[in-house]
């Protein structure tokens, strides 16, 4: 049985890539810093692996007993920290060159691309997004001794969501107000894919571990709701009545990171790794996850609701 090793298991991504990674039939090593979640990995059947995800020998530990090591960390400040250790980690097994490491990065790499469709060939060019540009460069340069994949998730949605969207949606929804705000371009649009179709993805990347090395892939459906479209359709899931759009330039830093507009193809996805997603029914898929909840789920007046929070908006993997 071949052994994945999950770095990050324990967040959004990284759980579903580690379940869907089980579920067909990997051994999965689970790295968390978090002493706690040992109890919740092997009710998982992950094997847990307890420590900072930069610290490259206690990484080097399980290596010898995995193929792949996936990095669904998404770290942007010293994002570089993580895959160096990855990559040290796997250099300090005596035979390494079957290993193969997949970075998780984010289509918010591209930059502003409006009015066409984005594909792996074009240039990446988000001024914020420099460091992580690198680190791609760094991993797909045809000269490094690892094989390595970089992933690019669009925006992520679907079950209990990412932190993020805490701040980007809610903590800036000043519903007691009546207001919605929307910081930037209100038309910018992403491309957006379902927890579950993404963590798919994973498993078909290691499954053509030959073909996938040394390349990068979109993992994403080929078009999104607008920005406007999106923070209507969260305030009327909160339950929000007669509630007015505040337009204003973008400050927030997640507003400024994503002030952007990146639709992909998806076709070299579906067409090396025979993957499409199957939320992929039509333009307002994630709009109508959203107000799937507005029967249930409210904004509690005294805190933040996280679980209906973090399934509207997640931005884990987009950076």
Same mark, same amino acid.
């Given at each position: 049985?071949?052994?994945?090793?999950?770095?990050?298991?324990?967040?959004?991504?990284?759980?579903?890539?580690?379940? %869907?990674?089980?579920?067909?039939?990997?051994?999965?090593?689970?790295?968390?810093?978090?002493?706690?979640?040992?109890?919740?990995?092997?009710?998982?059947?992950?094997?847990?692996?307890?420590?900072?995800?930069?610290? %490259?020998?206690?990484?080097?530990?399980?290596?010898?007993?995995?193929?792949?090591?996936?990095?669904?960390?998404?770290?942007?400040?010293?994002?570089?920290?993580?895959?160096?250790?990855?990559?040290? %980690?796997?250099?300090?097994?005596?035979?390494?060159?079957?290993?193969?490491?997949?970075?998780?990065?984010?289509?918010?790499?591209?930059?502003?691309?409006?009015?066409?469709?984005?594909?792996?060939?074009?240039?990446?060019?988000?001024?914020?997004?420099?460091?992580?540009?690198?680190?791609?460069?760094?991993?797909?340069?045809?000269?490094?001794?690892?094989?390595?994949?970089?992933?690019?998730?669009?925006?992520?949605?679907?079950?209990?969501?990412?932190?993020?969207?805490?701040?980007?949606?809610?903590?800036?929804?000043?519903?007691?107000?009546?207001?919605?705000?929307?910081?930037?371009?209100?038309?910018?649009?992403?491309?957006?894919?379902?927890?579950?179709?993404?963590?798919?993805?994973?498993?078909?990347?290691?499954?053509?571990?030959?073909?996938?090395?040394?390349?990068?892939?979109?993992?994403?459906?080929?078009?999104?709701?607008?920005?406007?479209?999106?923070?209507?359709?969260? %305030?009327?899931?909160?339950?929000?009545?007669?509630?007015?759009?505040?337009?204003?330039?973008?400050?927030?830093?997640?507003?400024?990171?994503?002030?952007?507009?990146?639709?992909?193809?998806?076709?070299?996805?579906?067409?090396?790794?025979?993957?499409?997603?199957?939320?992929?029914?039509?333009?307002?898929?994630?709009?109508?996850?959203?107000?799937?909840?507005?029967?249930?789920?409210?904004?509690?007046?005294?805190?933040?609701?996280?679980?209906?929070?973090?399934?509207?908006?997640?931005?884990?993997?987009?950076?």
């Amino acid at each position: 049985m071949t052994g994945v090793l999950i770095v990050g298991a324990s967040g959004y991504i990284g759980k579903a890539v580690a379940s %869907a990674c089980r579920r067909d039939g990997y051994t999965v090593y689970a790295q968390s810093r978090n002493a706690s979640k040992t109890q919740e990995f092997s009710k998982e059947e992950f094997i847990p692996l307890i420590c900072d995800p930069t610290d %490259a020998n206690a990484l080097a530990t399980v290596i010898p007993h995995c193929q792949f090591v996936i990095d669904c960390t998404s770290v942007i400040m010293d994002g570089e920290k993580i895959p160096n250790a990855c990559l040290e %980690a796997i250099r300090l097994c005596e035979v390494h060159k079957d290993k193969h490491y997949i970075f998780t990065s984010g289509l918010l790499v591209y930059g502003d691309v409006p009015g066409q469709l984005v594909n792996e060939e074009m240039p990446r060019k988000h001024p914020m997004l420099g460091g992580r540009i690198e680190i791609e460069d760094v991993l797909l340069n045809p000269s490094m001794d690892v094989k390595c994949t970089v992933l690019r998730p669009g925006f992520v949605y679907g079950k209990s969501g990412g932190g993020v969207a805490t701040s980007m949606l809610f903590m800036q929804q000043q519903q007691s107000e009546g207001i919605i705000p929307i910081g930037g371009n209100p038309q910018r649009r992403w491309s957006w894919v379902h927890i579950d179709d993404l963590a798919e993805a994973y498993v078909s990347v290691i499954h053509r571990t030959k073909m996938t090395a040394g390349r990068a892939y979109d993992l994403a459906e080929n078009f999104g709701p607008t920005y406007e479209e999106v923070k209507v359709a969260a %305030a009327k899931a909160m339950g929000g009545g007669d509630l007015k759009i505040e337009y204003s330039e973008a400050e927030h830093v997640l507003d400024v990171i994503s002030n952007v507009t990146v639709v992909i193809t998806g076709k070299r996805a579906r067409d090396e790794l025979g993957w499409v997603p199957w939320s992929c029914f039509g333009y307002g898929t994630v709009l109508q996850c959203l107000q799937s909840f507005s029967g249930g789920m409210r904004l509690r007046k005294e805190r933040i609701e996280v679980p209906l929070v973090q399934y509207v908006f997640s931005f884990q993997g987009v950076f």
